[in-house]
C-alpha cells in the first residue's frame, strides 16, 4: 500500500476503501482527459470533420509538398506599416486606428491553392494576409482574398467543395458532374461562384482589393458593438509587363513595382445593420451600407519566404486585439484550427525551397 498511497499522494492513514475511491477519481480525470484528446481528434466520431481531416483534403487533392502551406502555398512576404486615419476610433478601441498612430506590418501575398511551383495565372484567387504589432505585445491577424464573396458557407461545405473541383488528371480540369452535383447540394454555393465569377479581375496584386470576407465586430470604448466587413482597396498603380513564359509573373511584377515605389491601399471598413448576414459568408451586405476609411496600408518591401521573414507566421483570424471581436461566422474557427494543424505538420517537416527564392526582391525603404 505505501507504493499506491506514494503514486496517489493519499496520507498514510487512508483506508483501503477511500484509497479506492481516490484512485476511481485519478482514472475518471485522465479518461476524461483522454477522451477530450480522442474527440478532437474524431477518433470517438468517425463522421465528425476535424482540423485534422480538413487539412488530409487539402494533401489528398493537392499532393504533399513537405514543409509548404496547405492551401495557398505559393507565396512572397511583404512588409510595411498601417497609418490610422481617426475615423475608426470612434467603432473600436482599438489603438490601431488612433489618428496618426503608425503600425508596423508584416504579411504575405499568395494564390490560392496547395501548388507551390504553378505557374500563376490571372484567374486564381489572390490573397493577401497581414500581422499588424500594435503596442503592449497586442496582435491583429488577417487574411483577405480578391473575391467578395466565400464559395461555401459552413466547414462541411468547404470540405465537400474541396473534392469537388479536384482537378482530374486526364484533363486538369474539375469533373463538371462532380461540380454540378456539389452546387445542387450546396445552392448558396452556387450563387456565390456567379458572384465571384462576375468579378474585374485586375492585373495583379498591386491594383487588387482584398475583402474580409467573413463578418468580425468591433467593441467601442463605450463598450457598443457593430457587425463589420472590411475591404482594402488599392490607389491606381502603373501596371507591369510580366516576361513571356515567367511562370511567377504575378509575384515578379509585385516585387518590381515595390521596387519602384511603396503601394497603398485604403482600409474600407462596411457597417452592418440588423439583419445583415454576419453567419453566412457567400451572402454579399446590400451595397448601400455606410463605409468609413479607417487608415491606410503602405507596402514597402517584398522578400522571398524564409525563416526570418513570414514563412512561419500563421495568419490565424481569430488573433484579434481589443476592441475588435468574431462573429457568430462557423468558418472562423474552422479556419482558425485548420491553420493551426497546418503550422504543426509543416513545422516538423524539412523546408523545401520556394519557387519565388530568384533575385532578391527588395523595396523601397520605410
Excluded at 254 to 280: E, K, M, S, Y
Excluded at 309 to 328: E, H, K, Q, Y
Excluded at 340 to 358: C, D, F, M, N, Y
Aim: glycine share 10%; hydrophobic share 45%; charged share 20%.
Amino acid at each position: 500500500m505505501t507504493l499506491l498511497h506514494d503514486l496517489t499522494g493519499a496520507p498514510p492513514g487512508m483506508t483501503g476503501r477511500a484509497l479506492l475511491l481516490r484512485l476511481s477519481a485519478i482514472g475518471a480525470v485522465l479518461a476524461g482527459t483522454a477522451g477530450t484528446f480522442a474527440y478532437a481528434g474524431g477518433w470517438l466520431s468517425p463522421g465528425l470533420l476535424t482540423p485534422a481531416r480538413i487539412i488530409d483534403r487539402f494533401e489528398q487533392v493537392n499532393g504533399p509538398h513537405p514543409g509548404f502551406r496547405r492551401n495557398h502555398a505559393k507565396g512572397m512576404c511583404v512588409a510595411g506599416r498601417f497609418t490610422g486615419s481617426g475615423a475608426g476610433a470612434r467603432l473600436s478601441k482599438a489603438g490601431v486606428f488612433a489618428a496618426g498612430r503608425v503600425t508596423p506590418v508584416e504579411g504575405r501575398v499568395a494564390l490560392a491553392g496547395g501548388q507551390p511551383y504553378a505557374a500563376d495565372a490571372a484567374a486564381t484567387v489572390r490573397s493577401l494576409a497581414l500581422r499588424f504589432r500594435l503596442p503592449d505585445g497586442e496582435e491583429w491577424r488577417t487574411g483577405m482574398n480578391n473575391i467578395p464573396v466565400f464559395p461555401v458557407r459552413t466547414p462541411e461545405a468547404f470540405y465537400a467543395q474541396l473534392l469537388a473541383a479536384r482537378p482530374d488528371p486526364a484533363t486538369g480540369k474539375p469533373d463538371p458532374e462532380r461540380l454540378k452535383a456539389f452546387f445542387a447540394d450546396h445552392p448558396e454555393s452556387a450563387k456565390a461562384a456567379a458572384l465571384i465569377k462576375a468579378r474585374t479581375v485586375t492585373a495583379g496584386f498591386a491594383d487588387s482589393t482584398y475583402w474580409s470576407l467573413n463578418a468580425f465586430r468591433f467593441v467601442a470604448a463605450d463598450g457598443g458593438t457593430r457587425p463589420v466587413r472590411w475591404a482594402l482597396v488599392p490607389n491606381p498603380v502603373p501596371a507591369v509587363d510580366a516576361a513571356p513564359g515567367d511562370r511567377n509573373a504575378l509575384f515578379d511584377a509585385f516585387a518590381a513595382q515595390l521596387a519602384q515605389n511603396p503601394r497603398h491601399w485604403h482600409l474600407i471598413v462596411t457597417l452592418g445593420q440588423a439583419g445583415d448576414p454576419t453567419a453566412d459568408a457567400t451572402l454579399p451586405w446590400p451595397a448601400d451600407r455606410a463605409t468609413v476609411d479607417v487608415g491606410t496600408l503602405t507596402l514597402t518591401a517584398a522578400t522571398p519566404e524564409a525563416a526570418s521573414t513570414c514563412r512561419d507566421i500563421n495568419f490565424d483570424p481569430l488573433v484579434l486585439p481589443d476592441g475588435i471581436a468574431p462573429s457568430d461566422d462557423p468558418l472562423l474557427s474552422a479556419r482558425s484550427a485548420a491553420y493551426a494543424q497546418s503550422v504543426t505538420r509543416r513545422a516538423g517537416e524539412t523546408k523545401t525551397p520556394s519557387a519565388l527564392t530568384g533575385a532578391a526582391i527588395h523595396g523601397a525603404a520605410l
